[in-house]
DNA sequence: TTGTACGCGTTATCAT
DNA sequence: ATGATAACGCGTACAA
């Protein structure tokens, strides 16, 4: 490996001015840098980022927790969080947490130990006392999608009371008076922003909406096609339904079709995210979008200029709520 | 931040002994080796991966490159790598070069900068310079996927002829005998394995492959559709498609059913990959199966042993070669 | 404008 | 079993 010193050695001169030219310092002789910066071309000298960042004290990584980068939410967020990152010369280091608190926590210290200048969590909203240590240290937090409970950080999110607001909307607007909301966990803030925005819009149009249609599950198709399989046996009056997400809104049109329903014939469905998948021939779902790029970059742009920001902009927690937008697609019909 | 220096001064050691006791070094005396490691604890020590990296000449982390993790085959790839890297203390720093050389060479000089121990490489197959200087280097490295051309390297990937060989025994098994391939870029490896086996399955049925209906496009959901919207007008005798992957399948499949054709009773098709999307109701395509989980897994294991390995093995590149295997759905059936 | 010398936090090689 | 000290590669305060 080819450093500094060798530099130096050959071209006679000391290393402070060798590394000075190479992070081209005003105080070096124009002849010289260029000299210098031609030979350390020449014999292939690369930065050692290690050594560096044991001076500087940084790593030129930012870290990003996510639960699964399999789940189709995530990857978009990602992307726009690495374009944004590489944008500035950092790289970024991506975790999955698999929604455990235990893993979580395992990255978050793996991760630390590396250095990295930030740390962006779009992982989990449960309580995780080792995450509590971190925050209080003031480590660089951006928190992304979910925002942690109770604590004052930076956030960049959605406003989901309106998106959840969009949606009762939509299908009050379409004539459907018996609706249900299958969820993923009530525990989860976002969730219970979309249904409070939601039963908000039903009251608008003057429904009273039917506690006992509230589903609770998770957050995936198969827990959207087992709860809807057995609400629509037991209830035979429901018109629509709204999703918790995408994934879970192509779990009831699964569980719709096999019972024969036809959509949006006798049923509307409409979803969350407006994943990848939402848009494809044969699901072409009516959703609730929300930027996931435009998110991620944003999440690294505020957890860089916390980082290298003044120093009084340093303390400064920021948030940043993004609006929704409806999309209309072929699973959403007026009521019968 | 607590250092190993901090901890020596409290005890009254000298840090050679405490860096011992943190590493659980044999030549400590058991005693002092708890009472260190409970006040490490105690003072919130971590070590910092930056200084031990480099006196260790090594990082703990493992580059991999990917074209784009928003495209829904390298979740899976990316997730498989990360466990595996996870498993044996290694993070996996994952970066997206969209296809394009010049971002690819950015990101490997820039994660050459790091000091990962490894790279995986899942990216391009086009000639790249600068990462064949890399090559030369002895640096550890994995491709996946797809092979770089021409060079000794080690390589975790799929059986392709064995996978298009499939496709085409299943349509012709079917009846089809007039089919279309709708593909990537003929340049790219692995789409002219699939290619080769495709047509020697149809040889074996006695069919011979019209090559005006082997049509080249992009790997994108958009050229599927152009290509076929395109193609299905001016050949009605066509029955069967295979498609170089499952998003190219998912475009096909909209084109189709924009020209009226009902899928598969007078067209079937077949994708290759089998993503996350395409088990979905309302899509339900046939298509060929490659474990990217394992194969994101198997190059982690491969590069790893390459770096821990005794030297002997160093040199020694390995290829591992999976099995795909045909899932059928509900695009194709038999023919008319 | 250039050179000298020190420190970043850790591990490894000598001693003791 | 423990300690002193040198190295890893780099940036920078200070001196020249």
Redesign the pocket.
């Known amino acids: 490996?080819?450093?500094?010193?060798?530099i130096?050695r050959k071209l006679?001169?000391?290393?402070?001015?060798?590394?000075?030219?190479?992070?081209s310092?005003?105080?070096?002789?124009?002849?010289?840098?260029r000299v210098i910066k031609e030979e350390a071309e020449r014999m292939g000298?690369?930065?050692?980022a290690?050594?560096?960042g044991?001076?500087?004290?940084k790593s030129g990584i930012i870290g990003m927790i996510i639960p699964d980068i399999t789940n189709p939410f995530f990857p978009a967020l990602a992307r726009g969080a690495e374009d944004a990152a590489l944008a500035r010369g950092y790289n970024l280091l991506v975790c999955n947490s698999d929604w455990n608190i235990a893993l979580e926590t395992r990255h978050v210290k793996l991760i630390e130990e590396k250095k990295v200048d930030g740390l962006i969590l779009a992982s989990i909203n449960l309580q995780n006392e080792y995450l509590e240590k971190v925050i209080e240290r003031e480590y660089p937090l951006v928190f992304v999608s979910r925002l942690y409970p109770g604590v004052n950080v930076s956030f960049v999110g959605v406003d989901t009371e309106y998106g959840g607001y969009l949606a009762g909307r939509h299908l009050a607007g379409l004539g459907h008076r018996k609706v249900a909301f299958v969820g993923g966990s009530f525990n989860v803030r976002s969730v219970q922003g979309r249904y409070k925005g939601f039963i908000k819009a039903l009251a608008e149009y003057g429904i009273e909406f039917d506690k006992s249609l509230a589903i609770e599950g998770e957050f995936n198709i198969e827990s959207g096609y087992q709860k809807v399989l057995t609400l629509l046996k037991e209830r035979t009056d429901i018109t629509g339904i709204f999703a918790a997400n995408d994934l879970v809104a192509v779990g009831i049109i699964r569980a719709a079709r096999e019972l024969g329903y036809s959509i949006p014939g006798d049923l509307s469905i409409i979803g969350y995210d407006d994943i990848f998948l939402s848009s494809l021939p044969g699901i072409e779902l009516t959703t609730i979008f929300q930027e996931k790029r435009r998110m991620g970059e944003l999440a690294v742009k505020l957890l860089l200029d916390e980082i290298n920001g003044k120093k009084h902009l340093k303390k400064k927690k920021k948030r940043i709520i993004l609006t929704p937008r409806l999309i209309v697609r072929k699973t959403t019909g007026p009521s019968k």
């Open positions: 490996m080819v450093t500094i010193k060798d130096a006679n001169l000391s290393y402070s001015t060798v590394s000075r030219a190479l992070n310092s005003s105080l070096v002789n124009d002849k010289t840098m000298y690369m930065p050692n290690l050594a560096r044991l001076v500087l004290q």
